[in-house]
């Protein structure tokens, strides 16, 4: 009888005494609403609705911690719509807390910050499908570029009434936008400036590893059969495994930071296990698609479309079509999406007149591909130096 993943996932947990498992602390369970709010900032809930159907939910904070308690307007401030990356949410820019994360050190200088949540995480819904209708998968970031940001600028500037926004992505929420200014230029009119971290769009250095876990193990082929619909794992199996796995003081001692730093590069010491454990905690579920295009990207050495499917034709998404000024920045460490497949991105943008800046993130060596979001002192590290960028690009494009 086969013996599913969680199952196996449940045994393991099981062998683990009581004594060594940790409590999650309990921004592991609430909702991005309910963490901003929390943290004595003003949060704002809206709607975007997709012309395929999608709901997707954006979360507003709207002005800073120290007015939040007097009476605030966002009329004529700068906007910000900050793009997550894969399994990831609007959450990811907030968990870290007022002294950290990207989201609150913008608000409280000033901006009207925005935050996305593509089709697929928790904060989205279908017109139509539930969740458990295989239909609701049926997408990768070519949707989430020809769709979801370009509802989610729209909600931003009818709400606003702004002219334009600044656009920041993260790895995949910069996918996101490079799909977005191919499919739909008309997008570039609405946009100053976009800031892109971590930016995956060539990804030949993951060929092999790739090829191996599709073609080799068939590894997505297998989850399939078995019935899932999509990349995730039960909440209640996974707070388990967290509890009795994911706790150590050095990440080399800990099996979840382990397979994690194997992927995205080693960086101990701004590993913290709290922070771990919550970003853990807060994975959000993927369509295997999503997954299945990235891999047919590795393989084919193309920022390509998904068409023909994974093992289709190979067409190019036009990059030529990006009229807006892109910064690049990139950690030094950084194994998933690595300095030499963004620099070949740099040229490309260079090439058509629209690289404004290629860098590394910060002066951390070992800054990788998490560090971006989730570095035990990425406030001071890389946020507070982004605002400063942030300004700067208002200031010569705004």
């Known amino acids: 009888m086969a013996v599913s993943i969680s199952r196996v996932f449940f045994i393991l947990c099981c062998f683990v005494t009581s004594e060594q498992q940790q409590i999650l602390r309990k921004e592991a369970y609430e909702t991005v609403p309910q963490l901003v709010s929390s943290a004595g900032y003003p ?162 250095h993951l060929k092999e590893t790739v090829e191996w876990l599709l073609k080799d193990l068939n590894i ?28 150590s003081k050095k990440s080399k001692d800990n099996v979840c930071m382990s397979i994690v730093y194997t992927f995205v590069g080693e960086d101990d010491e701004q590993y913290d296990q709290e922070v771990a454990a919550l970003m853990l905690a807060r994975i959000q579920p993927a369509s295997f698609r999503q997954l299945e295009h990235f891999a047919k990207i590795a393989m084919t050495d193309a920022f390509t479309s998904w068409e023909d499917g994974l093992w289709g034709d190979v067409k190019p998404y036009n990059l030529d079509n990006v009229r807006v000024p892109v910064t690049l920045l990139y950690g030094m460490n950084d194994q998933l999406t690595e300095k030499t497949q963004i620099q070949r991105l740099a040229g490309k943008l260079n090439a058509t007149g629209v690289l404004d800046e290629f860098r590394p993130a910060c002066s951390w060596r070992k800054f990788n591909h998490i560090d971006f979001t989730f570095a035990y002192d990425v406030g001071m590290l890389f946020n507070k130096p982004l605002i400063k960028t942030v300004g700067a690009l208002f200031d010569k494009y705004g």
């Open 43 to 204: 949060i704002e809930k809206h709607r975007a609705t997709t012309s395929d159907g999608y709901i997707l939910q954006l979360h507003r904070i709207p002005a800073g911690k120290r007015i939040a308690r007097k009476a605030y307007s966002a009329k004529g401030k700068k906007a910000v719509l900050i793009g997550h990356g894969l399994l990831g949410s609007s959450g990811d820019f907030v968990i870290m807390g007022p002294e950290k994360s990207l989201a609150y050190m913008l608000a409280d200088a000033g901006y009207d910050v925005w935050l996305t949540n593509f089709r697929g995480n928790i904060y989205t819904a279908h017109k139509n499908y539930t969740r458990n209708d295989p239909k609701f998968w049926e997408y990768s970031f070519h949707e989430h570029g020809k769709y979801d940001l370009p509802a989610c600028i729209d909600k931003v500037l009818n709400v606003t009434g702004l002219p334009k926004i600044l656009y920041v992505g993260y790895s995949m929420g910069t996918t996101t936008f490079f799909v977005m200014a191919s499919e739909r230029p008309e997008y570039n009119d609405k946009i100053i400036s976009f800031l892109a971290l971590a930016p995956a769009v060539y990804l030949s």
């Open 220 to 247: 997505l082929d297998r989850l399939k059969n078995r019935g899932l619909l999509s990349i995730s794992i039960r909440r209640e199996i996974l707070d388990v495994f967290i509890r009795s796995m994911c706790y």
